[in-house]
Every structure is written in C-alpha cells, then in structure tokens.
C-alpha cells in the first residue's frame, strides 16, 4: 500500500493533466476540483493491481472519461429538474482563468489574428461539445494529449479501427460544425 | 481541386489542429495533492492481516456428529455381519461414508 508521501507525488504527476482533460471533455472549469479528486480516489482504489507508469496513466486516462461521463449525465440530469442558470460556454471561456495556452508559438501575431484564433477556438470548443462522448474523447486523447492509437485503444477499452473511425468521423463532423458556423473553415 | 483550394484546405487542417492540440490552461489550488493524498487515506479502510475466522455453524457440527455416529453404527453391522455380499455391501458404504466426511471437514478447515 502506498504511504500518504508516495500517493502526494502521484497526485503532483498527474494532477494538471487530469484537471485540463475534464475541462475539455465538460467544456466547463466549474466543479473540476472536486471531479479531479474523485478521479485519483478511484484511482487509488484500483491501483494495487497495477505495474510502471505507463499502465497507471493509461488507467488515469480511462478514469477521467469515465468520471467526465458520469457529471455530464448527472448535470443534465439536473438541468432536466431545474431550470439551468449556467452560463454558455461562450461566456464561461471568457471567464478569468480559462484560457488558452499556445504550444505553438504566435510569431508576431497582430490583434487581429489573436482575436480570429481566439474565435475560432471557441467556436471549436463549442462545436466539440456536440460530438459523442467516445469521439470527444478520442479526439481530445489524440490532439490534445498526444496519444498514440494503441494508447488511446487501451485507454478507453476500445480496437484500434474503432479508435481511427472514431477520430476520422470526429473531425469530419467538427469540419461540419464549423463550415455551419462560418467560422475558419474557408467556404 | 486547384492549387489554391487545396492550399486552403491544408491550413484549414492545421488551423483545426492547432485549435484541437491548444491545452486549456487549469491551475488547482496549492495543496491540492496533500489534500487528495489525505482524503484518500482517510476513505480506504485499515486491511487486517489476516481474515476473520469464521466459526462453523450449529448445523454443520451436529451434521458431522451424525456421520460419525451413523458410521460406527454401520462399521459394527459389518462385524456382524454372517454373508460375504452383506460385509461387502456395508464396507463399502462405510468408505463412502468415510470420503464424505473427508470432504467435509476438508470445507471446514481450508475454506473457512
């Protein structure tokens, strides 16, 4: 069993990609720090049986949807009931704190531009919450996680042509959205 | 497709890559891995060494006695016993009687 230092450390590892992949899957920050800890305690519920790293993230990474799934199912549950007062996701992402980070740097980008991909960006988020959950997910390994096939496959329990169908189907669709929206896709 | 379309779809591929890759930028409080690492301490429960040992009930004591007792009665009706076929017939319903509660206490011992 794991002591209270050695779990620390793990969480330290682990914490910021858990917290930045449920605000992509939710498409909301708001309750990311409670759902981030429920993430490791089930993690560390089934940890036992697992060996090196590789297998714990994997696991993580499975844990997270699965965690994502269930507040989304719950939260439209909860819209279903009441009448919702939360905000769009427009106006969450104008929010303090939720913001983009370039991994690619911006050379020199006037205004203009950091606007257009500011737009664009949110235009994505936005059309990205239409998807299914399996292709979001799929999608958001890939891109923004840097996955492999057959890391995303183990991930989520799926084979691999599902995983491919997935993420070409996704972006087929997301190209879709935002040819509708009128937003980056030149038409 | 010209030339200039398919320009144009190419950075319409990376634009959306670009928007797909982009990491949101989430800061958790400091303090937050002490914070989970206590919380799920707290929630598993102490393991003990070794499991609770369970006690057999009344019903498997008493049906153990029985054997035994049935066992000596029909061992005695084998020494009795005047035919070769009835000796037999008797011997070979005490071995059985004998793997029974072979059986049995074996479940009672290992698998309690």
């Known amino acids: 069993m794991l002591t209270a230092s050695e779990l620390e450390q793990l969480v330290g590892e682990h914490q910021a990609m858990v917290a930045r992949l449920l605000v992509r899957l939710l498409g909301t920050q708001e309750g990311v720090q409670d759902l981030a800890q429920e993430c490791f305690l089930r993690l560390f519920r089934g940890l036992e049986g697992f060996r090196g790293e590789a297998q714990v993230r994997t696991y993580l990474y499975r844990i997270v949807v699965n965690v994502a799934h269930d507040a989304r199912r719950q939260r439209a549950q909860q819209q279903r009931r009441t009448v919702s007062l939360s905000e769009p996701l427009d106006a969450v992402a104008d929010q303090d704190g939720f913001c983009w980070e370039d991994r690619l740097a911006h050379g020199g980008a006037n205004a203009e531009q950091q606007l257009q991909e500011r737009e664009f960006q949110q235009a994505v988020e936005a059309a990205m919450a239409q998807l299914s959950e399996p292709e979001r997910a799929v999608l958001v390994l890939y891109h923004q996680e840097e996955q492999s096939y057959q890391e995303i496959a183990a991930a989520l329990a799926l084979p691999i042509n599902t995983v491919r169908t997935h993420l070409h189907r996704a972006r087929s669709r997301l190209r879709g959205l935002l040819q509708v929206e009128g937003k980056g896709v030149r038409v | ?112």
């Open chain 2, 1 to 112: 497709m010209s030339e200039l379309e398919d320009q144009h779809a190419k950075q319409d591929e990376a634009q959306l890559t670009r928007a797909l890759g982009r990491r949101p930028s989430v800061t958790l409080p400091a303090g937050f891995a002490a914070r989970v690492a206590a919380a799920s301490l707290a929630a598993t429960p102490p393991r003990s060494v070794r499991p609770a040992r369970r006690h057999p009930g009344f019903g498997v004591t008493v049906a153990v006695a029985a054997m035994v007792l049935l066992l000596a009665l029909m061992v005695r009706f084998a020494v009795g016993a005047s035919g070769t076929l009835p000796i037999y017939a008797e011997l070979t319903l005490c071995t059985e009687f004998l793997c029974l509660l072979g059986g049995l206490l074996y479940l009672r011992v290992f698998t309690a």
